[in-house]
């Protein structure tokens, strides 16, 4: 969202505004000064959780009412219901893009407001081609269009040093397996090899004391490094050597195509959506079948034992990424947001 918000305010015949309704209201991604930013004044508590979701909803209704918007772009499975509810019968055409694994079941009552609410948006964008088939079954809209995420540059120069990292970002949650992942290192016991996992503990899972202990009872507190998280993700793709996602369940992972854009060679299973749409198995990275653990460390293994396969994997990486630029990508959505 921050990346396309940037690119929207680069036109500079469009006024972009940002409304922000969650329990934090962070900005954790740059965005530009001339975005308009809209946050509630009261705090949402969440003790009361229906009750604030309520005034939340009035909130929102109010001020989009004061913007009066050619169009309107929501992101996430659980708050495009929101959204809709939010805005019922109001004039303005709402675009709706969910973020997750596109047969997912979002409980009951999630699934029970998708059905009923997604045919009242003007569009459905679906993030890969998969997703696209999943959501014209499942939720009945003749306006969907497949548009995947874009990507954001990182050259890695000529003065970057590779050191023998293997490197997975990702929030720590059990449907990333980070700790299948930590297995996998610790069998290949490679040496002058480390692993690094970016991300923090989400979703009240508390998955970082988990990954500790089982590092600890390991002694490998020399070779992995859990680094909680970071804003400057950008260093860790540019100092390592490998890209390792054991995650099992996505919509269309940045990560990947970050760590492509750096040149990195990527190891990934081929969930239902999203990582196959950027990695070309033996091509540019490797797709590994789902939950196939073994196959994963095999693969691993031939990526860390061979230098060469892996730059020419980055290499390919690289150029095929492109296709999943701000520019190719910010277009596509603007075409449709203002068709």
């Known amino acids: 969202m921050s990346e396309l918000a940037q690119y929207f305010a680069s036109k500079k015949e469009i006024e ?92 009951v009552m999630h699934d029970f407001l998708r059905k009923k609410l997604y045919p009242k948006a003007r569009g459905i964008i679906a993030q890969t081609i998969k997703a696209g088939d999943i959501y014209r079954i499942q939720l009945n809209h003749k306006n969907i269009r497949v548009i995947g995420n874009p990507i954001r540059s990182i050259s890695p120069g000529k003065d970057v040093i590779r050191e023998k990292i293997v490197l997975m970002v990702g929030r720590l949650i059990k449907s990333k397996n980070q700790d299948k992942l930590i297995e996998i290192f610790l069998n290949i016991s490679r040496p002058g090899w480390k692993l690094v996992i970016v991300g923090y503990d989400h979703l009240k899972q508390d998955l970082s004391y988990q990954l500790k202990r089982i590092i600890s009872k390991n002694q490998a507190q020399d070779l992995i490094k859990l680094e909680g998280k970071k804003s400057d993700v950008e260093a860790y793709y540019l100092k390592s050597s490998i890209f390792a996602f054991t995650s099992s369940s996505e919509g269309f992972p940045n990560v990947i195509g970050e760590a492509m854009s750096a040149g990195l060679p990527v190891i990934a299973f081929d969930c239902v959506a999203g990582p196959s749409e950027m990695i070309k198995d033996n091509l540019n990275g490797f797709l590994v079948p ?35 630029s701000i520019t190719k990508i910010g277009d596509q959505y603007l075409q449709f947001l203002l068709s």
């Not at 050619?70 to 055409?93: D, H, M, Q, V």
């Not at 196939?292 to 990424?321: C, H, S, W």
């Open 290 to 324: 789902l939950f196939n653990y073994g196959y994963f460390q095999d693969k691993l293994e031939v990526l860390m034992k061979n230098e060469e396969l892996r730059t020419l994997f980055g290499n390919k990486a690289r150029e095929d990424i492109q296709q999943f």
């Open 16 to 107: 972009i505004h940002l409304i922000l309704y969650g329990i934090t209201r962070e900005i954790f991604y740059p965005i530009p000064d001339s975005i308009i930013t809209y946050k509630p004044t009261f705090r949402f508590n969440n003790r009361w959780r229906l009750i604030y979701a309520i005034v939340t909803l009035f909130y929102i209704r109010k001020t989009v009412k004061r913007i009066n918007p050619t169009s309107i772009l929501s992101f996430g499975e659980y708050w495009n219901s929101f959204i809709l509810i939010a805005l019922y019968r109001l004039k303005y055409p709402v675009f709706v893009s969910d973020r997750c694994q596109p047969d997912k079941s979002l409980g």
